[in-house]
Protein backbone atom coordinates (compact mmCIF):
# COMPACT_ATOMS: atom_id res chain seq x y z
CA UNK A 1 0.00 0.00 0.00
CA UNK A 2 1.29 3.35 -0.66
CA UNK A 3 1.38 5.40 2.14
CA UNK A 4 2.14 9.39 1.99
CA UNK A 5 4.20 11.08 4.93
CA UNK A 6 4.71 14.62 5.39
CA UNK A 7 7.87 15.83 6.81
CA UNK A 8 11.37 14.17 6.93
CA UNK A 9 12.22 14.80 10.75
CA UNK A 10 13.34 11.43 12.30
CA UNK A 11 9.41 10.98 13.04
CA UNK A 12 8.42 10.92 9.39
CA UNK A 13 11.77 9.18 8.17
CA UNK A 14 11.34 6.68 10.96
CA UNK A 15 8.03 5.75 9.67
CA UNK A 16 8.88 5.64 6.65
CA UNK A 17 11.32 3.13 7.51
CA UNK A 18 8.95 0.68 9.19
CA UNK A 19 6.78 0.40 6.38
CA UNK A 20 8.85 -0.41 4.59
CA UNK A 21 9.34 -3.13 6.71
CA UNK A 22 5.83 -3.54 6.70
CA UNK A 23 6.11 -4.04 3.16
CA UNK A 24 4.44 -0.82 2.09
CA UNK A 25 5.58 2.00 -0.37
CA UNK A 26 6.14 5.35 1.88
CA UNK A 27 6.46 8.59 0.00
CA UNK A 28 8.23 11.61 2.40
CA UNK A 29 7.57 14.98 1.18
CA UNK A 30 9.47 17.30 2.49
CA UNK A 31 8.79 21.07 2.75
CA UNK A 32 12.65 22.39 3.20
CA UNK A 33 15.67 21.50 1.02
CA UNK A 34 17.87 19.49 3.94
CA UNK A 35 16.69 15.95 5.50
CA UNK A 36 16.10 16.08 8.98
CA UNK A 37 14.02 18.82 10.44
CA UNK A 38 15.52 19.54 13.93
CA UNK A 39 18.42 17.44 13.63
CA UNK A 40 19.08 19.06 10.22
CA UNK A 41 22.83 20.42 9.47
CA UNK A 42 24.52 22.36 6.73
CA UNK A 43 27.52 22.88 5.26
CA UNK A 44 29.61 26.28 4.79
CA UNK A 45 31.84 27.69 2.24
CA UNK A 46 34.99 26.42 4.20
CA UNK A 47 33.30 22.85 4.28
CA UNK A 48 32.48 23.28 7.88
CA UNK A 49 29.56 21.77 9.71
CA UNK A 50 26.42 23.56 11.29
CA UNK A 51 23.55 22.72 12.89
CA UNK A 52 20.56 22.96 14.18
CA UNK A 53 20.94 21.96 17.85
CA UNK A 54 23.70 20.27 19.43
CA UNK A 55 22.26 16.53 20.04
CA UNK A 56 23.21 14.43 22.19
CA UNK A 57 22.42 10.43 22.22
CA UNK A 58 21.71 8.58 25.59
CA UNK A 59 22.21 4.53 26.99
CA UNK A 60 18.21 4.96 27.64
CA UNK A 61 17.31 5.24 23.68
CA UNK A 62 16.42 1.76 23.41
CA UNK A 63 14.50 2.79 20.12
CA UNK A 64 17.03 5.15 18.78
CA UNK A 65 20.05 2.14 19.25
CA UNK A 66 17.89 -1.08 17.93
CA UNK A 67 17.25 1.74 14.51
CA UNK A 68 20.54 2.14 14.37
CA UNK A 69 21.50 -1.54 14.42
CA UNK A 70 19.19 -1.83 12.00
CA UNK A 71 20.71 0.25 9.19
CA UNK A 72 24.12 -1.13 10.18
CA UNK A 73 25.76 2.09 11.55
CA UNK A 74 25.75 1.61 15.37
CA UNK A 75 29.52 2.56 15.16
CA UNK A 76 29.03 5.98 14.33
CA UNK A 77 28.16 6.63 17.85
CA UNK A 78 30.82 8.12 19.80
CA UNK A 79 29.95 7.07 23.48
CA UNK A 80 31.73 8.85 26.40
CA UNK A 81 33.07 8.12 29.75
CA UNK A 82 29.91 7.52 32.26
CA UNK A 83 29.73 10.85 33.48
CA UNK A 84 27.80 14.17 34.09
CA UNK A 85 30.49 17.66 34.25
CA UNK A 86 29.09 20.80 35.57
CA UNK A 87 30.82 24.09 35.40
CA UNK A 88 31.13 25.58 38.72
CA UNK A 89 30.02 29.22 38.48
CA UNK A 90 31.84 29.80 41.46
CA UNK A 91 35.16 28.83 40.58
CA UNK A 92 35.35 30.07 37.32
CA UNK A 93 37.27 27.95 34.75
CA UNK A 94 36.63 24.71 36.61
CA UNK A 95 34.33 21.78 37.00
CA UNK A 96 32.29 19.18 39.09
CA UNK A 97 31.73 15.49 38.01
CA UNK A 98 29.27 12.91 38.50
CA UNK A 99 31.33 10.12 37.58
CA UNK A 100 28.96 6.47 37.15
CA UNK A 101 30.76 3.61 38.11
CA UNK A 102 30.34 0.25 36.65
CA UNK A 103 27.83 -1.32 38.87
CA UNK A 104 24.83 -1.96 38.26
CA UNK A 105 21.35 0.47 38.28
CA UNK A 106 20.46 2.28 41.08
CA UNK A 107 23.66 2.26 42.85
CA UNK A 108 25.93 3.57 40.01
CA UNK A 109 23.94 6.52 40.16
CA UNK A 110 23.22 6.78 43.70
CA UNK A 111 27.23 6.32 43.73
CA UNK A 112 27.87 9.12 41.73
CA UNK A 113 25.15 11.74 43.59
CA UNK A 114 26.92 10.69 46.96
CA UNK A 115 30.47 11.07 45.57
CA UNK A 116 29.95 14.41 44.36
CA UNK A 117 30.26 17.08 47.03
CA UNK A 118 31.03 20.03 45.39
CA UNK A 119 27.47 20.95 44.44
CA UNK A 120 25.23 19.59 47.16
CA UNK A 121 25.20 18.91 50.84
CA UNK A 122 25.02 15.63 52.38
CA UNK A 123 21.63 17.13 54.20
CA UNK A 124 20.53 18.20 50.21
CA UNK A 125 21.41 15.21 48.83
CA UNK A 126 19.05 12.86 51.69
CA UNK A 127 16.39 15.65 51.14
CA UNK A 128 16.12 15.08 47.61
CA UNK A 129 17.24 11.02 47.91
CA UNK A 130 13.64 11.09 50.57
CA UNK A 131 11.66 13.79 47.54
CA UNK A 132 12.47 10.84 44.97
CA UNK A 133 10.73 7.57 47.35
CA UNK A 134 7.65 8.27 45.56
CA UNK A 135 8.83 9.08 42.14
CA UNK A 136 10.90 5.56 42.38
CA UNK A 137 8.06 3.23 44.26
CA UNK A 138 5.24 4.18 41.99
CA UNK A 139 7.01 4.27 39.22
CA UNK A 140 5.71 6.21 35.92
CA UNK A 141 1.85 6.44 37.10
CA UNK A 142 3.71 8.94 39.49
CA UNK A 143 5.94 10.42 37.14
CA UNK A 144 2.48 10.83 35.23
CA UNK A 145 0.66 12.37 37.44
CA UNK A 146 3.04 15.18 38.55
CA UNK A 147 2.82 16.85 35.27
CA UNK A 148 0.00 18.98 37.29
CA UNK A 149 2.70 20.34 39.31
CA UNK A 150 5.98 22.77 37.55
CA UNK A 151 9.32 21.12 38.67
CA UNK A 152 10.10 23.85 41.17
CA UNK A 153 6.46 23.48 42.72
CA UNK A 154 7.45 19.47 43.15
CA UNK A 155 10.54 20.15 44.96
CA UNK A 156 8.77 22.40 47.10
CA UNK A 157 5.90 19.51 47.79
CA UNK A 158 8.71 17.11 48.43
CA UNK A 159 10.25 19.54 51.14
CA UNK A 160 14.24 19.44 49.04
CA UNK A 161 15.86 23.01 49.64
CA UNK A 162 15.70 25.38 47.07
CA UNK A 163 20.12 25.42 46.75
CA UNK A 164 19.14 21.60 45.01
CA UNK A 165 17.43 23.13 42.29
CA UNK A 166 19.62 26.08 41.50
CA UNK A 167 23.04 23.66 41.85
CA UNK A 168 21.39 21.10 39.89
CA UNK A 169 18.17 21.36 38.21
CA UNK A 170 18.10 24.47 36.29
CA UNK A 171 21.08 23.08 34.09
CA UNK A 172 18.94 19.44 33.86
CA UNK A 173 15.49 21.50 32.79
CA UNK A 174 17.39 23.86 29.88
CA UNK A 175 18.71 20.67 28.80
CA UNK A 176 15.92 19.06 28.28
CA UNK A 177 13.23 21.52 27.54
CA UNK A 178 14.98 24.71 26.97
CA UNK A 179 12.96 26.42 29.62
CA UNK A 180 13.51 26.85 33.74
CA UNK A 181 12.36 24.49 36.84
CA UNK A 182 9.64 27.15 37.47
CA UNK A 183 8.22 26.33 33.82
CA UNK A 184 8.88 22.79 33.52
CA UNK A 185 6.14 20.12 34.34
CA UNK A 186 7.78 17.71 36.91
CA UNK A 187 6.66 15.21 34.74
CA UNK A 188 9.60 15.69 32.48
CA UNK A 189 12.93 15.34 35.20
CA UNK A 190 11.26 12.83 36.58
CA UNK A 191 10.53 10.39 33.80
CA UNK A 192 14.18 10.98 32.69
CA UNK A 193 15.48 10.99 36.60
CA UNK A 194 13.59 7.69 36.19
CA UNK A 195 15.19 6.74 33.34
CA UNK A 196 19.00 7.50 34.54
CA UNK A 197 18.22 5.30 38.03
CA UNK A 198 16.95 2.35 36.57
CA UNK A 199 18.84 1.48 33.61
CA UNK A 200 22.61 0.85 34.41
CA UNK A 201 23.97 3.15 30.89
CA UNK A 202 20.73 5.23 30.71
CA UNK A 203 23.13 8.58 31.47
CA UNK A 204 25.57 7.40 29.08
CA UNK A 205 26.11 9.60 26.38
CA UNK A 206 27.28 9.55 22.96
CA UNK A 207 27.67 11.94 20.15
CA UNK A 208 27.12 10.89 16.44
CA UNK A 209 30.81 10.67 14.17
CA UNK A 210 29.49 13.48 11.93
CA UNK A 211 26.34 15.56 10.85
CA UNK A 212 23.28 13.78 11.41
CA UNK A 213 21.78 14.61 7.89
CA UNK A 214 24.43 12.55 6.56
CA UNK A 215 25.37 9.99 9.46
CA UNK A 216 21.58 9.26 10.45
CA UNK A 217 19.27 10.53 7.87
CA UNK A 218 20.76 9.76 4.56
CA UNK A 219 21.36 6.20 5.96
CA UNK A 220 17.34 5.57 6.46
CA UNK A 221 16.61 7.74 3.16
CA UNK A 222 18.80 4.59 1.48
CA UNK A 223 16.95 2.23 2.84
CA UNK A 224 13.65 3.40 2.34
CA UNK A 225 14.41 4.36 -1.26
CA UNK A 226 15.76 0.50 -1.54
CA UNK A 227 12.71 -0.68 -0.32
CA UNK A 228 10.91 0.49 -3.32
CA UNK A 229 10.43 4.31 -1.07
CA UNK A 230 11.09 7.57 -2.07
CA UNK A 231 11.75 10.89 -0.32
CA UNK A 232 11.24 13.64 -1.92
CA UNK A 233 13.07 17.56 -0.50
CA UNK A 234 11.19 21.02 -1.74
CA UNK A 235 8.32 19.28 -1.63
CA UNK A 236 5.50 21.47 0.84
CA UNK A 237 2.47 20.01 1.50
CA UNK A 238 0.05 22.92 1.26
CA UNK A 239 -3.59 21.46 1.86
CA UNK A 240 -5.14 18.35 2.96
CA UNK A 241 -7.85 17.37 1.09
CA UNK A 242 -10.73 15.73 1.91
CA UNK A 243 -13.75 13.38 0.62
CA UNK A 244 -17.31 14.23 1.10
CA UNK A 245 -16.94 11.92 4.20
CA UNK A 246 -14.41 13.81 5.92
CA UNK A 247 -11.54 11.43 4.79
CA UNK A 248 -8.01 12.39 3.09
CA UNK A 249 -8.62 12.06 -0.83
CA UNK A 250 -5.01 13.29 -0.97
CA UNK A 251 -2.00 15.78 0.06
CA UNK A 252 -2.03 18.80 -2.22
CA UNK A 253 2.29 19.80 -3.14
CA UNK A 254 2.86 23.30 -3.52
CA UNK A 255 5.04 23.74 -6.58
CA UNK A 256 7.18 26.15 -8.80
CA UNK A 257 4.82 24.83 -12.22
CA UNK A 258 2.14 24.70 -10.13
CA UNK A 259 0.34 22.39 -7.57
CA UNK A 260 0.43 18.83 -7.60
CA UNK A 261 -1.99 16.43 -5.92
CA UNK A 262 -0.76 12.99 -4.36
CA UNK A 263 -3.12 10.43 -3.69
CA UNK A 264 -2.02 6.86 -1.36
CA UNK A 265 -3.97 4.77 0.69
CA UNK A 266 -2.96 6.36 3.91
CA UNK A 267 -1.70 9.99 4.99
CA UNK A 268 0.54 10.77 7.98
CA UNK A 269 1.57 14.18 9.46
CA UNK A 270 5.11 13.68 10.51
CA UNK A 271 5.41 17.78 10.77
CA UNK A 272 5.84 19.53 13.88
CA UNK A 273 2.74 20.47 16.12
CA UNK A 274 2.63 24.44 14.57
CA UNK A 275 2.53 23.91 11.10
CA UNK A 276 0.18 21.04 11.73
CA UNK A 277 -2.10 23.17 14.01
CA UNK A 278 -2.25 25.68 10.80
CA UNK A 279 -3.01 23.34 8.19
CA UNK A 280 -6.06 21.52 9.79
CA UNK A 281 -8.89 21.60 7.20
CA UNK A 282 -12.30 23.44 8.69
CA UNK A 283 -14.50 20.16 9.47
CA UNK A 284 -11.69 18.58 11.69
CA UNK A 285 -10.75 22.00 13.60
CA UNK A 286 -14.31 21.39 15.97
CA UNK A 287 -13.32 17.51 16.26
CA UNK A 288 -12.34 17.52 19.96
CA UNK A 289 -8.72 14.90 19.45
CA UNK A 290 -7.53 17.85 16.91
CA UNK A 291 -9.10 20.70 19.61
CA UNK A 292 -6.24 19.00 22.03
CA UNK A 293 -3.28 20.16 20.18
CA UNK A 294 -4.19 23.82 21.07
CA UNK A 295 -2.23 22.96 24.41
CA UNK A 296 0.85 22.52 22.33
CA UNK A 297 3.18 24.96 21.38
CA UNK A 298 6.74 25.23 20.16
CA UNK A 299 9.44 26.47 22.92
CA UNK A 300 12.66 29.08 20.92
CA UNK A 301 15.71 27.56 20.84
CA UNK A 302 19.36 29.44 19.74
CA UNK A 303 22.07 26.29 19.09
CA UNK A 304 25.55 28.80 18.39
CA UNK A 305 29.03 27.54 16.44
CA UNK A 306 31.86 29.61 17.58
CA UNK A 307 35.32 28.73 16.19
CA UNK A 308 38.27 29.83 17.99
CA UNK A 309 42.03 30.10 17.06
CA UNK A 310 43.26 27.82 19.33
CA UNK A 311 41.87 24.75 21.97
CA UNK A 312 39.70 26.29 24.74
CA UNK A 313 39.52 22.78 26.42
CA UNK A 314 40.37 19.00 26.32
CA UNK A 315 37.24 17.55 27.34
CA UNK A 316 35.44 15.45 25.58
CA UNK A 317 31.72 15.65 26.58
CA UNK A 318 28.50 17.24 26.68
CA UNK A 319 29.42 20.11 29.10
CA UNK A 320 26.69 21.82 31.52
CA UNK A 321 27.86 25.62 31.40
CA UNK A 322 25.24 26.49 34.60
CA UNK A 323 24.98 29.74 33.20
CA UNK A 324 21.68 32.17 33.15
CA UNK A 325 22.48 32.58 29.40
CA UNK A 326 23.20 28.96 27.66
CA UNK A 327 22.06 25.65 28.40
CA UNK A 328 24.84 23.04 27.50
CA UNK A 329 27.68 23.04 24.97
CA UNK A 330 30.47 21.00 23.67
CA UNK A 331 33.97 21.50 22.27
CA UNK A 332 32.91 19.66 18.69
CA UNK A 333 36.81 19.80 18.32
CA UNK A 334 36.70 17.04 20.63
CA UNK A 335 33.34 15.10 20.45
CA UNK A 336 32.88 14.74 17.25
CA UNK A 337 35.25 12.76 14.58
CA UNK A 338 33.71 14.61 11.16
CA UNK A 339 34.35 18.07 13.26
CA UNK A 340 37.80 16.86 15.06
CA UNK A 341 41.17 19.41 15.14
CA UNK A 342 43.77 19.09 17.40
CA UNK A 343 44.58 22.63 18.04
CA UNK A 344 41.40 24.75 17.63
CA UNK A 345 38.00 24.52 19.09
CA UNK A 346 34.82 24.87 17.78
CA UNK A 347 32.29 25.13 20.56
CA UNK A 348 28.62 24.33 19.42
CA UNK A 349 26.23 25.94 22.55
CA UNK A 350 22.66 25.77 23.14
CA UNK A 351 21.20 29.03 24.08
CA UNK A 352 18.05 29.08 26.93
CA UNK A 353 15.89 30.53 27.66
CA UNK A 354 15.43 31.87 24.35
CA UNK A 355 12.28 33.70 23.95
CA UNK A 356 14.14 37.34 24.62
CA UNK A 357 16.83 36.38 22.44
CA UNK A 358 15.38 34.65 19.80
CA UNK A 359 14.39 38.47 17.89
CA UNK A 360 17.92 39.80 18.69
CA UNK A 361 20.79 39.77 15.98
CA UNK A 362 23.41 37.29 15.67
CA UNK A 363 25.77 39.79 16.40
CA UNK A 364 24.36 40.26 19.94
CA UNK A 365 23.69 37.05 20.78
CA UNK A 366 27.44 36.10 19.70
CA UNK A 367 28.75 38.95 21.80
CA UNK A 368 26.29 38.30 24.82
CA UNK A 369 28.10 34.30 24.15
CA UNK A 370 31.37 35.36 24.84
CA UNK A 371 30.57 37.41 27.90
CA UNK A 372 29.92 34.65 29.40
CA UNK A 373 32.47 32.13 27.78
CA UNK A 374 34.89 34.67 29.30
CA UNK A 375 33.46 33.11 33.06
CA UNK A 376 33.63 29.77 31.93
CA UNK A 377 37.63 30.20 30.45
CA UNK A 378 38.92 32.85 32.24
CA UNK A 379 42.81 31.16 31.26
CA UNK A 380 41.64 31.68 27.55
CA UNK A 381 40.16 35.09 27.70
CA UNK A 382 41.94 37.25 30.29
CA UNK A 383 45.29 38.52 29.74
CA UNK A 384 47.11 40.14 27.09
CA UNK A 385 46.95 37.28 24.50
CA UNK A 386 42.68 36.34 24.36
CA UNK A 387 41.31 33.54 22.71
CA UNK A 388 39.71 34.61 19.08
CA UNK A 389 36.93 33.88 17.58
CA UNK A 390 37.34 33.56 14.35
CA UNK A 391 33.65 32.86 12.75
CA UNK A 392 30.14 31.56 14.05
CA UNK A 393 27.08 30.39 12.66
CA UNK A 394 23.97 30.90 14.65
CA UNK A 395 20.95 28.93 13.95
CA UNK A 396 17.69 29.94 16.32
CA UNK A 397 14.09 27.64 15.83
CA UNK A 398 11.61 30.33 17.65
CA UNK A 399 9.27 26.76 17.62
CA UNK A 400 11.29 23.67 18.42
CA UNK A 401 10.57 20.54 20.63
CA UNK A 402 6.57 21.62 22.45
CA UNK A 403 7.54 23.42 25.48
CA UNK A 404 6.18 20.90 28.36
CA UNK A 405 4.55 23.05 31.15
CA UNK A 406 2.45 21.63 33.77
CA UNK A 407 -0.91 19.75 32.29
CA UNK A 408 0.53 19.35 28.53
CA UNK A 409 0.68 15.36 28.89
CA UNK A 410 -3.15 15.37 28.44
CA UNK A 411 -2.53 17.31 25.19
CA UNK A 412 -0.45 14.85 23.37
CA UNK A 413 -2.25 12.61 20.92
CA UNK A 414 -2.27 9.37 20.18
CA UNK A 415 -0.89 8.29 16.26
CA UNK A 416 -4.27 7.41 15.67
CA UNK A 417 -6.86 9.95 14.37
CA UNK A 418 -10.32 9.79 14.12
CA UNK A 419 -9.84 10.02 10.43
CA UNK A 420 -9.78 6.50 9.22
CA UNK A 421 -7.06 6.99 6.78
CA UNK A 422 -4.60 9.60 8.39
CA UNK A 423 -2.19 9.04 11.30
CA UNK A 424 -0.11 11.77 13.53
CA UNK A 425 3.71 11.17 14.27
CA UNK A 426 6.22 13.41 15.43
CA UNK A 427 7.93 13.93 18.44
CA UNK A 428 5.28 15.63 20.61
CA UNK A 429 2.60 12.51 20.08
CA UNK A 430 1.91 10.53 22.64
CA UNK A 431 4.53 8.34 23.14
CA UNK A 432 6.90 7.71 26.74
CA UNK A 433 10.37 9.48 26.00
CA UNK A 434 9.61 13.41 25.87
CA UNK A 435 9.89 15.48 22.94
CA UNK A 436 13.91 14.17 21.86
CA UNK A 437 15.24 12.20 18.75
CA UNK A 438 14.26 8.98 20.75
CA UNK A 439 10.80 10.10 21.24
CA UNK A 440 10.37 10.84 17.27
CA UNK A 441 11.99 7.20 16.16
CA UNK A 442 9.61 5.49 19.01
CA UNK A 443 6.20 7.66 17.26
CA UNK A 444 7.37 6.70 13.91
CA UNK A 445 7.64 3.46 14.73
CA UNK A 446 4.18 3.46 16.56
CA UNK A 447 2.33 5.14 13.76
CA UNK A 448 3.89 2.81 10.95
CA UNK A 449 2.88 -0.19 13.87
CA UNK A 450 -0.90 1.70 13.33
CA UNK A 451 -1.09 2.17 9.96
CA UNK A 452 0.47 -1.89 9.56
CA UNK A 453 -2.69 -3.47 11.65
CA UNK A 454 -4.68 -0.69 10.02
CA UNK A 455 -3.77 -1.30 6.47
CA UNK A 456 -2.16 -5.19 6.88
CA UNK A 457 1.37 -5.84 6.37
CA UNK A 458 2.00 -6.67 2.63
C1 LIG B 1 18.69 23.01 19.80
C2 LIG B 1 18.14 21.62 19.92
C3 LIG B 1 18.83 20.67 20.66
C4 LIG B 1 18.30 19.38 20.80
N1 LIG B 1 19.03 18.46 21.52
C5 LIG B 1 18.58 17.19 21.60
C6 LIG B 1 19.39 16.18 22.22
O1 LIG B 1 20.50 16.44 22.67
N2 LIG B 1 18.88 14.91 22.29
C7 LIG B 1 17.64 14.59 21.77
O2 LIG B 1 17.26 13.42 21.86
N3 LIG B 1 16.87 15.51 21.18
C8 LIG B 1 17.31 16.80 21.08
N4 LIG B 1 16.54 17.75 20.43
C9 LIG B 1 15.18 17.39 20.02
C10 LIG B 1 15.11 16.62 18.69
O3 LIG B 1 15.87 17.28 17.70
C11 LIG B 1 13.66 16.54 18.23
O4 LIG B 1 12.85 16.04 19.28
C12 LIG B 1 13.45 15.64 17.01
O5 LIG B 1 14.46 15.80 16.04
C13 LIG B 1 12.07 15.94 16.40
O6 LIG B 1 11.81 15.14 15.27
P1 LIG B 1 10.40 15.19 14.54
O7 LIG B 1 10.53 14.32 13.34
O8 LIG B 1 9.31 14.88 15.52
O9 LIG B 1 10.14 16.72 14.12
P2 LIG B 1 11.01 17.68 13.12
O10 LIG B 1 12.45 17.33 13.23
O11 LIG B 1 10.58 19.03 13.44
O12 LIG B 1 10.51 17.25 11.68
C14 LIG B 1 9.37 17.79 11.06
C15 LIG B 1 9.63 17.97 9.56
O13 LIG B 1 8.42 18.39 8.92
C16 LIG B 1 8.78 19.30 7.90
N5 LIG B 1 7.60 20.07 7.51
C17 LIG B 1 6.99 21.08 8.15
N6 LIG B 1 5.93 21.54 7.44
C18 LIG B 1 5.87 20.77 6.32
C19 LIG B 1 5.00 20.75 5.19
N7 LIG B 1 3.99 21.62 5.07
N8 LIG B 1 5.21 19.83 4.21
C20 LIG B 1 6.26 18.95 4.30
N9 LIG B 1 7.11 18.93 5.34
C21 LIG B 1 6.91 19.83 6.35
C22 LIG B 1 9.87 20.13 8.57
O14 LIG B 1 10.61 20.87 7.61
C23 LIG B 1 10.67 19.04 9.26
O15 LIG B 1 11.67 18.52 8.43
C24 LIG B 1 17.04 19.05 20.23
C25 LIG B 1 16.35 19.98 19.47
C26 LIG B 1 16.89 21.26 19.29
C27 LIG B 1 16.14 22.26 18.44
Redesign the pocket.
Known amino acids: MRVAI????????SCAKYLIDGGHTPVV????D???????AWKDADGDWYE???????GA?PN?LQLLQELGIADRLQWKEHTMIFNQPTAPGTYSRFDFPDIPAPWNGIVAILRNNDMLTWPEKISFGLGLIPAILKGQSYVEEMDRYSFREWLKKQKVPPRVEREVFIAMSK?LN?INPDEISATVLLTALNRFLQEKNGSKMAFLDGSPTERLCQPLVDYITKGGGEVRLQ????EFLLDDDGRVRGFLIRGDGGDELLTADAYVS???VD??KL?LPKPWQEMEYFQQLEGLEGVP???LHLWFDRKLTDIDHLLFSRSPLLS?YADMSNTCREYANPDKSMLEL?LAPAADWIGKSDQEIVEATLGELEKLFPQHFGGNNPAKLLKYHV?K?PR??YKATPGRQQHRPHQTTPIANFYL????TMQRYL??????VL??KLTSEAINSNLGSA
Open positions: AGAGLAGLLERRVLGGKVATGLHVFFYMAFAPVKAMPPLMVINVVVTSVTGDYASMEGASG
